[in-house]
């Protein structure tokens, strides 16, 4: 499964194919997920939330690690959730598990 970005809720899904490109430039957050993953549930409506709040400034994304495991294993996933965080193609941090909207927020607004 792959081809053309859809879009979830505003999150724009993305796969092995396009995923070097989707992060090669701006501010990106990527959301490693599985929908068998129970927090990775948990994280998704924060998730979308961001993206109606940072639109046009911030591109969030979701990869699912289970049909896009060639991009899961080159960043070295371990868990999941996991936010990878590209600021221009490099990524500037890290985080596995749920983040709340607050923590999110302060992630986000210090590449901004």
């Known amino acids: 499964m792959g081809g053309e970005s859809k879009e979830m809720s505003g999150v724009k899904v993305i796969f092995d194919d396009n995923f070097d490109e989707v992060v090669s430039s701006g501010v990106v957050i990527v959301d490693f997920y599985a929908d068998w993953c129970g927090p990775c549930k948990m994280m998704a409506p924060i998730f979308e939330e961001m993206q109606k709040e ?39 941090d890290r985080v596995s598990g749920v983040l709340d909207k607050g923590a999110l927020n302060k992630k986000i607004d210090a590449l901004l």
């Open 54 to 92: 940072y639109e046009g400034k911030v591109t969030l994304a979701k990869i699912n690690v289970d049909e896009n495991k060639n991009t899961a294993i080159k960043q070295k996933i371990m868990s999941i959730p996991t936010l990878l965080f590209y600021k221009d193609g490099q990524i500037v």
